[in-house]
């Protein structure tokens, strides 16, 4: 396998509502974006890029099928090669590791990795409905599928096996809104407080609307390439670009129903023991086993023994505060039953922002320094490869060029991850990026 | 207390004519047209390999599916199991389990918004291996706390069926 380079890319601001640019448009206003910050014109680009990945996840929102086609002639693409790819709220990131795999395995030297949703072409409870068709339609979606239900009942589950609390969920939610302040791209950019969230509707007991992610429109793009696809692009602009290497991918699938998880044995990362787990069963509806494989595999790759210490940030998919503190111990920052904690230790906290409240370990590892699903939005198809860009421009240290501001940049960071992940953990991709040397 | 502003309703206007500006260059700046329209469709849905579930509810038998091959024993049943891929054997379930987790959902998908609050539960069983998703009825939703977990309860069946899970839901044990 070749070495595969992130490049450049390109966001197309999420908001609840665009109905001045369809997909196309909004696509086109991403790609733009990234084709610009490497120097490269559309004209040009049309002759260097070799194919393309489309990204979306529902054709109940789009109701025009294989919209990736016209994505591709919108940008001036054709006739070269693409794909559409789907699976959940993973979309984003299962495409950038398709656009990984086609680079890497020597098919194509430049690759456009582009994803968009509208979900604003129908009411909030319409699209939970669609959103809910991503479970089994004969035995859970009509008992009253509801996505945010079927996560209240796992974290349900963390909080009566592991003592987890509202409150540590509130503070994932105060976190990624405050972080979101310095994000210009995203949807939801607030200071609140624990009480803020805990006084919000109630959703599905005990999520909150602050504990949830929102629908949203937009569109993102990331470009990816090989090395001769970096030498190609040097000399059609004259400039180098600074890329980042995908040095790690790692995903896995559960199975579609909750109800048929298993109760097993934990699947340990290197850096943890099999008592450290005695007596729990695992995964259970409140872990995700696909989240793990997929970490496991990722870190293999990429030579990870202890992500907390070899990590510099992770962008993850927080589409509930629940899911995210899940997802720390999915990922190995901290054991399984221990995400409540870590938050509240502060860990995953901007080490330099100002949350109002005192933490203890504050900044040892940024999650979601964008502010994340909860506060830049979920545009499905777009976010895991907005979270591919926010993590490129993290390792370019572009930050202030993109957000207008250094507050949201990781200091020094080398190495980061981001993790996409669908409907109660059906499928998971984690995908390690480095900085470029 | 009273709402400060007049709901929003999705019912719009019928309009036929837009007016163009002389100048085509200002087009641009057209605020984007936003059309309503409706879409609806039956499916002629089998049930198929799933089907003697929905046939066992209609006569007050909640079945699973048992593996011929390894034992496995699924709550929500499929034909093959997915720890070994054997055949699997339809097999009558406990109609008395706990309540493994739960939630109560104040907002739903459109088609079960008129619902709320409604009360779902994962219910695990005696000697079976995985769960089982269904509604819990006879629990004060706003009551709602950790102490449920482990709460026992009992199957029970719409009388009239309408093969859809929901010919089955759980009630507490002494209720």
Known sequence: ?437 | MSESRVPEEEEGTVLFRVPLPKDLGALRELAPLIIKHHYEIDYIHSYAQDSPFFAGLANKRLLGTRCGNCNYTYATPRAHCMECGGPCDWVDLPQEGQIHTFTVCYYGSEAFLKETPFILALIEFPGVDTLFLTRVVGLDPQASSLDWIGMAVKAKFRRLSTFRPTDVYFVPIGT
């Not at chain 1, 111990?329 to 409240?357: H, I, N, Q």
Request: one cysteine or more; glycine letters at 12%; a negative charge.
């Open chain 1, 1 to 437: 396998m070749r070495p595969v380079y992130a490049v450049s890319g390109g966001v197309s601001k999420f908001a609840r509502a665009r109905p001045e640019l369809d997909f196309r448009g909004m696509v086109k206003e991403a790609y733009d974006y990234a084709l610009t910050d490497l120097h490269l014109t559309p004209q040009r680009a049309r002759e260097i890029v070799d194919g393309t990945i489309c990204s979306y996840f529902s054709d109940h929102f789009t109701r025009q099928l294989k919209a990736g086609s016209m994505v591709q002639d919108y940008l001036g693409l054709c006739p070269k090669p693409g794909k559409r790819i789907e699976g959940g709220g993973a979309t984003g990131g299962l495409a950038v590791q398709s656009g990984w795999e086609a680079v890497a395995s020597g098919r194509f030297d430049i690759c456009v990795v582009y994803g968009f949703e509208t979900m604003s072409r129908v009411n909030t409870w319409k699209g939970n409905e669609f959103i809910a068709l991503a479970s089994d339609t004969n035995f859970d979606y009509p008992v009253g599928g509801f996505y945010s239900g079927y996560y209240a009942m796992m974290v349900v589950r963390h909080m009566k096996e592991f003592g987890t609390t509202v409150d540590q969920m509130a503070l994932v939610s105060v976190k990624n809104h405050r972080n979101a302040l310095h994000n210009p791209y995203a949807q939801k950019r607030r200071q609140i407080t624990i009480e803020d969230v805990r006084r919000a509707e109630m959703v599905a007991w005990p999520l909150t609307m602050l504990d949830i992610c929102v629908m949203s429109d937009g569109a993102a793009a990331l470009i990816l390439c090989s090395e001769d696809g970096l030498n190609t692009l040097h000399k059609a602009t004259g400039h180098t670009p600074l890329p980042a290497k995908i040095t790690g991918v790692g995903g896995g699938l559960d199975a579609m129903r909750m109800a048929d998880r298993p109760h097993g044995e934990v699947i340990l990362l290197p850096h943890e023991k099999p008592e450290d787990y005695r007596g729990l069963n695992y995964p259970g509806v409140h872990s995700f086993r696909a989240g793990r494989t997929a970490a496991k595999a990722a870190y293999q790759m990429a030579g990870i023994t202890n992500p907390l210490e070899e990590l510099d940030f992770i962008e993850l998919h927080d589409a509930y505060t629940s899911s995210e503190i899940q997802t720390y111990e999915d990922m190995g920052l901290c054991r399984y039953g221990e995400g409540g904690k870590f938050v509240e230790s502060g860990t995953p906290f901007m080490p330099a922002v100002d949350y109002g409240y005192h933490f203890p370990e504050q900044g040892r590892i940024p999650i979601n320094p964008s502010g994340g699903l909860i506060a830049c939005g979920h545009p499905v198809g777009a976010t895991g490869i907005m979270q591919g860009v926010f993590a490129l421009w993290q390792l370019q240290g572009s930050i202030h060029t993109h957000f207008g501001s250094d507050v949201l940049q990781v200091k020094n960071a080398r190495r980061g991850a981001i993790h996409s992940h669908a409907g109660t953990g059906t499928y998971v991709v984690i995908s390690i990026l480095e900085k470029g040397e």
